[in-house]
Nanobody
Framework: VQLVESGGGLVQPGGSLRLSCAAS????????MGWYRQAPGNQRELVAT???????NIVESVKGRFTISGDLAKNTVYLQMNSLKPEDTADYYC???????????????WGQGTQVTVSS
């Protein structure tokens, strides 16, 4: 199973970016997908998650600016980021709880990350 993120880049403060993540491979079902970020020198932190039932969770620091959406039946998740701030600069990682066709339990899969830089 592989997760591939896209959509990162350089943006000015106040700008917007939309990150995409697509999962591929021997996937029977995805229970949840999410976005994490890691700034230089910091630990990786949760940004937002969405479950197969459509329930979303967004951390307080980005609430009102970021929106997570996705179609887990199609193995995709998006992160719409508006009103970006310099402190949003980080590598953003996609994460999924995946049940493979040959598996009996869900496993956690990570993407390779996409860089977001907010700077004037």
């Amino acid at each position: 199973v592989q997760l591939v993120e896209s959509g990162g880049g350089l943006v000015q403060p106040g700008g917007s970016l939309r990150l995409s993540c697509a999962a591929s491979g021997s996937i029977r079902r995805i229970n949840a997908m999410g976005w994490y970020r890691q700034a230089p020198g910091n630990q990786r932190e949760l940004v937002a998650t969405v479950t197969s039932s459509g329930r979303t969770n967004i951390v307080e620091s980005v609430k009102g600016r970021f929106t997570i959406s996705g179609d887990l039946a199609k193995n995709t998740v998006y992160l719409q980021m508006n009103s970006l701030k310099p402190e949003d600069t980080a590598d953003y990682y996609c994460n999924a709880a995946v049940l493979e066709w040959r598996g009996s339990t869900y496993m956690t899969v990570w993407g390779q990350g996409t860089q977001v830089t907010v700077s004037s």
